[in-house]
């Protein structure tokens, strides 16, 4: 009989959130099959069972590898700020950053099909994801990456291991980092103001009507005479130029000096820019808002029935 150890436990305890003793009793029922275990837990707890995988991963790292012409930024996901100071983690964002630059999978699932090993898991990415989520304790997942390897050089920058650039360029290395800071720093969505999404316009756009609604009722109730359409959509359209030039990132006011835009200091430098990426750690993602004054009284209540 196969023997059970506790890392085993500890496995399964984080891919389903079943109490350990019922951990382990699945794995001796089932002679030490990780998915015979699981599955056992999972027609005995129900949904109880499998809870590790459906846990919100909105901390997290962002990699970056840059080697050439050839790199990648990826985010790595978890549950909570503390396993973005684990070592086996970092450690495996950073390969992860590394494997996508020189294999250059599809998606995530081509990515988590490579060979690695850490930590002895492995012989896969998904192997060693896997293992990592029993000995840590916590879900993880791979959100997104960003691989280049069109010829253009590359410049990365990390604020910290929450915000991750890399920008792809011609010209000077100096100015292209400095390009990288600036897009962290500022985060802007587009190269240029015609390269903003058409959603992201609209929705500035609405805002902007929004509030020339709120400004004509409350020029009306002061009994002062309302705007021409004419005015008030050019009053729109004026908000809306703003907006695009705010979030495009050439006429964006460089953060090292006021006085130059960046397409300005750009020119100066005799660099382009052809295009960049900026991840944030957990952006877009709902986080879970735990109220624990709640689930202490639940859990009292509960104890209480029993």
């Known amino acids: 009989m196969a023997a059970i150890t506790a890392s085993m ?44 995988a459906s ?12 080697d050439g012409t050839t790199g990648a930024l990826v985010e790595v996901n978890c549950e909570t700020d503390f396993v973005t100071k684990n070592d086996s983690f970092l450690a495996l964002s950073k390969a992860i950053a590394e494997l996508i630059a020189k294999n250059n999978p599809a998606d995530v699932a081509g ?4 060979p690695y090993t850490q930590d002895g898991f492995g012989p896969t990415v998904e192997d060693v994801r896997k293992g990592l989520i029993g000995k840590i304790g916590e879900n993880m997942s ?6 280049y390897a069109d010829g253009g050089k590359l410049a990365s920058y990390l604020h910290g291991t929450r915000i991750g650039v890399v920008v792809e360029f011609d010209g000077d290395e100096t100015a292209a980092k400095d390009v990288a800071m600036h897009v962290a720093a500022m ?4 190269l240029q103001s015609s390269d903003v999404p058409a959603e992201l316009i609209e929705k500035e756009r609405a805002v902007a009507a929004g509030k020339a609604a709120e400004d004509a009722k409350t020029a009306e109730a002061a009994g002062k005479a309302a ?15 703003k907006y695009l ?21 750009l ?7 052809k295009g960049f990426t900026l991840y944030v750690v957990g952006e877009g993602i709902e986080k879970k808002v735990d109220d624990f004054a709640a689930e202490v009284a639940a859990q009292v209540a509960a104890a209480k029935g029993a």
């Open 267 to 273: 020119k100066a430098a005799g660099t382009t820019v």
């Open 111 to 114: 990515l988590s099909a490579l």
């Open 227 to 241: 705007q021409s359409a004419e005015i008030v959509t050019k009053r729109i359209e004026g908000s809306v130029q």
């Open 245 to 265: 030039k705010e979030v495009s990132l050439f006429n964006q006011t460089f953060v090292k000096n006021d006085k130059q835009t960046v397409e300005q200091m």
């Open 187 to 190: 985060k802007p969505v587009a």
């Open 142 to 147: 791979i959100r997104r990456f960003k691989r």
């Open 55 to 66: 846990r919100v991963t909105a901390e997290g790292v962002v990699a970056a590898y840059v």
């Open 9 to 52: 436990v500890a496995e399964l305890r984080a891919k389903t959130d079943a109490p350990m003793m019922e951990c382990k009793k699945a794995l001796t029922e089932a002679e030490g099959n990780m998915d015979k275990a699981e599955e056992l837990l999972r027609v005995k707890l129900g949904s109880k069972a499998g809870k590790a």
